[in-house]
């Protein structure tokens, strides 16, 4: 059976319903959302802490030098707004005014707001949209309307696009160009899973998006684009979704297959890795400094998070009924449980003797190695997100969430800026969704073949 896929009006302009999923940081950028623009899509450049380029066109290494938190945060600011003024410029040149532009956003990133004013201050004409997830963005659209470009909150239920629109969006219709469904439990990188749902037990996305679209009815939205992202691998797998009178226009986000393209900016030994993943490789854990679930990569990053938490006991600073036995771990002193003692002398006799406090009145138990890079890991903190469950950072007077720092996380910043620039793919976080191992069974991708970005999207919009 053939398949045919129709154009999109957004903007004003008739584009492909495809939209290259934003990943930062340095991941998305103008060098693979130019041509996906070009190819007549919707490219999408993440502004979280983007590269920049010299006089001469190379990679302006992030170095801070602040003393303080609040000083290298202000670094990270000024990387991310000169880093995504750069890269839209360059994705404009290659586009060359064919499909549309869009930058993405983790709301939750520290400076979030203030980035994107700077930017769309300078990026005029050139930027279409903005889409924003990792968060509640309520001021999306007064910011949309000041810049005279669309907006695309990014979801995970219906309740949650409801709250945005009374409290925020109902004032600015005309310029929301789209809402972003993002499956909780398929998509890549950071996701909207709620506390009431399971991460072990996936939801249909069927009914959830429809759910989604009632809302919309009723709030008058039934010609606003609903954005299917995490999950989608090919369009004939979705052909009942396209010109569904039940579900109305619907738009569909890859965020995982642009990862493997020429253009793509990420290591050769980061695509080789993604090619032979098998079933199974990503985990949906919540490790995230951020608070939220998310989902990458099973590896050696990953599994050492894992091992760590599992090393882990309640206490007390004051002896009661329960915890009522004492240790002694480097000359201080805890209650615990009785039985919790054959494991902490068991993590101690294997050279886990380093005990570090969480805020949840847990010790977590690691070797006195890894607890230095921890401790000097927090130190370093540049104040990437508005909040850091990590390092205690936040975005406010104090500069303190004032709770303690968490060791069981870790610094997003640190591993996502190194493995973006060729650093090792089992000693940092990877961010993937869970269909990735289907590069190792989809016959494209034969070989090892790697496409260009119009050979992905052309391959994409036959269906396959």
């Keep these: 059976m053939s398949f045919s896929l129709n154009s999109i009006k957004l903007g004003g302009k008739d584009v492909l319903p495809l939209i290259e999923g934003g990943k930062g940081v340095a991941i998305s950028t103008g060098a693979s959302s130019g041509p996906w623009a070009a190819a007549g899509g919707i490219g999408t450049i993440s502004a979280v802490i983007a590269d920049s380029y010299d006089a001469h066109g190379n990679t302006i290494e992030h170095e801070y030098n602040g003393r303080t938190r609040r000083d290298r ?3 990270m600011v000024d990387y991310s707004i000169k880093g995504t003024i750069d890269q839209v410029r360059k994705a404009w040149e290659i586009s060359r005014g064919e499909g549309l532009i869009n930058i993405n956003m983790l709301w939750e990133l520290g400076g979030a707001q203030r980035i994107l004013h700077e930017v769309l201050a300078k990026t005029k004409d050139m930027v279409h949209g903005v889409t924003c997830g990792a968060g509640m963005p309520y001021k999306l659209a007064e910011l949309a309307q000041k810049y005279g470009v669309h907006y695309y909150p990014i979801v995970s239920s219906g309740r949650a696009f409801n709250a945005l629109w009374r409290r925020a969006y109902k004032n600015t219709a005309e310029l929301l160009g789209g809402v972003v469904y993002e499956d909780p439990w398929l998509a890549g990188g950071h996701n909207g899973l709620s506390n009431a749902e399971d991460p072990t037990k996936p939801g ?3 009914p959830r998006v429809l759910e989604l679209r009632n809302i919309m009815r009723k709030l008058g939205l039934d010609h606003v684009p609903i954005i299917m992202a995490g999950g989608v691998w090919n369009l004939k797998e979705w052909k009942d979704w396209i010109d569904n009178k039940e579900l109305g226009p619907i738009v569909f986000q890859f965020g995982t297959r642009p990862l493997v393209t020429k253009e793509s900016p990420i290591s050769e030994k980061w695509k080789q890795k993604l090619l032979n993943l098998k079933k199974g490789d990503v985990l949906l854990q919540n490790f995230s400094p951020t608070g939220f679930f998310s989902s990458a990569v099973k590896n050696s990053f990953l599994g050492e998070l894992l091992n760590r938490s599992e090393r882990q006991v309640d206490f007390r600073s004051k002896q009661d009924e329960e915890f009522n036995t004492e240790v002694t771990l480097e000359r201080k002193k805890y209650f615990v449980r009785g039985e919790a003692v054959a ?3 068991e993590w101690v006799k294997t050279g886990f003797e380093k005990a570090m406090k969480t805020p949840d009145d847990t010790l977590v138990f690691v070797g006195a190695e890894k607890g230095a890079e921890i401790r000097k890991d927090q ?4 104040g990437c997100l508005s909040q850091c469950r ?3 950072w936040a975005d406010n007077e104090k500069n303190s969430t004032g709770r303690l720092a968490d060791p069981r996380s870790f ?3 640190k591993t996502l800026d190194d493995v973006a620039h060729d650093g090792s793919v089992n000693e940092n976080l990877l961010f993937a969704g869970h269909n990735v191992f289907r590069f190792g069974s ?6 090892g073949f790697v496409p260009t970005v119009k050979q992905l999207v052309n391959r994409i919009a036959s269906g396959d």
């Design 73 to 75: 945060h202000d670094e």
């Design 204 to 206: 249909d996305p069927y």
């Design 343 to 345: 494991r902490i002398q």
């Design 379 to 382: 130190a370093d903190c540049v």
């Design 390 to 392: 990590f390092s205690s």
């Design 411 to 413: 610094c997003i910043q």
């Design 442 to 447: 989809d016959p494209f991708y034969s070989n």
